[in-house]
């Protein structure tokens, strides 16, 4: 595929400028590429499949910085990336994503916030007011923060501050017995892109929105009614047609 059409494309539909990455901005890789990427695939859902562009952001004290790497996002990527394509007809589009190293959270990386249920109508805490302001530079709407741990006996928490769209994970969810942290990725994330409630039915345990409160999560499929709201969401994104002159 000849350069010019791969960055003509990156540049018309996901609004990228040079210089351009071919691993990040077209192949998706922001870790460990544990999968075979094709750039002829990627290219045709850039130009022909809605998208929704997500920042990804991992919250370090100095103290973890010194002693461990950060987590490999690849798997949570590329996990809500199929459940939304084979579900949905819809992708991730990862416009960037960096490590955070701050002493505000404490050594563990702990957060307070009043609830995780409530979506952008909850009471925000002062540590959510700090957390959802950053990544906000990266390009993104939404984004996705992996911390060490909420004060709020959450594995991840889809709940926001108003107008600054986005969820935390526990980066050490896949350590919990009942969740495995590439489905809770995206189930969080799917809390914010069409704005999906909780299913606590039993007929419903195999949907992604399952709630893990009530019981263990193992499902990732998507009603029908789902996929129509995280269509609609409002920062989905299409890649505009080419319009060419008449004759």
């Given at each position: ?64 910085n010194a002693s461990r790497n950060p987590p490999d ?9 199929q459940i939304y394509l084979e579900e949905c007809g ?8 960096v490590a955070v190293v701050t002493d505000r959270f ?142």
């Amino acid at each position: 595929m000849p350069l010019v059409s791969v960055r003509e494309a990156v540049e018309r539909c996901l609004h990228k400028t040079p210089p351009i990455s071919i691993k990040r901005d077209v192949l998706g890789v922001y870790g460990f590429n544990n999968q075979t990427r094709s750039l002829s695939y990627r290219m045709g859902l850039i130009r022909n499949v809605p998208f929704v562009r997500l920042a990804v952001v991992v919250v370090r004290s100095p103290q973890q910085n010194a002693s461990r790497n950060p987590p490999d996002i690849q798997p949570d990527l590329d996990a809500a990336n199929q459940i939304y394509l084979e579900e949905c007809g819809a992708w991730i589009y990862c416009s960037g994503a960096v490590a955070v190293v701050t002493d505000r959270f404490g050594p563990s990386v702990r957060l307070k916030f009043e609830d995780c249920v409530r979506g952008s109508s909850h009471e925000v805490s002062e540590d959510e007011e700090d957390l959802f302001s950053l990544g906000r530079d990266l390009g993104a709407p939404i984004v996705g923060y992996f911390v060490g741990g909420g004060d709020v006996g959450a594995v991840g928490c889809g709940a926001h501050p108003p107008g600054r769209r986005g969820f935390w994970i526990n980066e050490n969810a896949g350590t919990y017995i009942y969740v495995r942290r590439a489905w809770i990725f995206t189930h969080e994330l799917s809390h914010v892109v069409g704005d999906l409630p909780h299913m606590q039915s039993q007929d419903q345990r195999d949907n992604l929105m399952w709630d893990a409160r009530v019981g263990d999560l193992r499902g990732t499929n998507l009603t029908a009614g789902q996929c129509d709201a995280i269509l609609a969401d409002p920062d989905m994104e299409r890649c505009e047609p080419v319009r060419r002159a008449n004759g």
